[in-house]
């Protein structure tokens, strides 16, 4: 039996051993060479293009020769106004990679000797970068459709007589929440977060192109698919697949979101879940890559996503 690619060298190229044996100019130049890779690490100036650039090596910024103007590498990006060094930021990068199911906050805090807000932050600004990579996709051929509930656990009492049904509504906290997925098959997952599944169904409107095999279980609101898709149906009162029809692999990303937040983080507000199930997609999506290519990835795609409005200030008790 052939070895499974995660078991496999080729899916480690990138550990936290070499990344701090290297150090911080390493570190550095990785940084550089993924905000500038046209330049193969030289730097451009982010406000008017200008590739004449002075390098302030004391304070390790560039000061453009047209506009005048001092940069760094992280200037504009999520990571501007970083407190981290860069072998820091890489090694953390790294471990948030390596975790297949999710890293907590907490783990990633200890293991960099941080507080657990600086993890905190910096995990969900990495996520906004998960997300920006998935923002303007959309999903053609043969997509399955599917949504979960996540939260909004409703403890029973302890006596007998003093329980309730907790499936009705009445009796629910308000802070359940429902993730519906678009994965196309051999392509890319898509996630978003409602209140009710039933407001999947113009997500999928707007992100699966007309025309497209559109493949949901029995529930009744995805019948208003019909009139723009190729509708295949699923009931799984029957089967999980009947006839090659099924949605087992919106089912697998739920298996896997699923765990990452009962096993990682254990609970998830609502607010944040949006965050959570992009990162579940990112890591399903890019499976078979090895861990340094992930890393660059990330890397790349944060240094290409301009300043988090939600989580900027955030230490100035401008919470998101």
């Keep these: 039996m052939a070895q499974h690619f995660l078991l496999s060298a080729a899916a480690r190229t990138l550990s936290l051993k070499s990344i701090f044996s290297e150090g911080e100019e390493a570190a550095y130049y990785r940084f550089c060479r993924l905000r500038w890779p046209e330049t193969d690490g030289e730097p451009v100036c982010p406000t008017c293009g200008c590739i004449d650039i002075y390098d302030v090596t004391t304070r390790r910024r560039f000061k453009c020769a047209a506009c005048h103007r001092q940069f760094s590498v992280t200037s504009g990006t999520v990571f501007a106004s970083r407190k981290l060094s860069f072998v820091d930021l890489l090694g953390a990068i790294c471990l948030f990679v390596n975790a297949s199911k999710g890293l907590s906050a907490v783990q990633l805090s200890r293991d960099l000797d941080v507080q657990h807000k600086t993890a905190f932050v910096l995990m969900h600004k990495l996520r906004e970068a998960m997300m920006a990579e998935t923002r303007d996709i959309g999903l053609d051929g043969e997509v399955e459709v599917d949504g979960a509930a996540f939260g909004g656990h409703v403890r029973p009492a302890n006596l007998r007589e003093d329980r309730v049904d907790r499936r009705r509504l009445a009796n629910r906290s308000g802070k359940r929440r429902v993730v519906v997925v678009l994965r196309q098959r051999g392509g890319r997952i898509l996630t978003r977060t409602f209140l ?11 992100r699966i192109a007309r025309g497209a095999m559109v493949a949901a279980d029995e529930v009744t609101h995805w019948d208003l698919l019909e009139t723009d898709f190729d509708m295949q149906r699923i009931n799984h009162s029957e089967g999980y697949s009947v006839a090659g029809v099924h949605t087992n692999l919106a089912e697998s990303f739920f298996s896997r979101l699923r765990r990452m937040i009962g096993g990682q983080h254990l609970k998830v507000e609502g607010r944040y879940l949006d ?23 990330l890397i790349g795609g944060a240094l290409a996503s301009p300043v988090s409005r939600s989580w900027k200030g955030y230490w100035q008790r401008r919470a998101a």
């Design 196 to 206: 009710r599944e039933a407001q999947g169904v113009e997500f999928a409107r707007e």
């Design 275 to 297: 965050a959570y199930a992009a990162h579940a997609a990112w890591l399903e999506d890019h499976r078979e890559e090895s861990n340094g290519r992930l890393a660059d990835r």
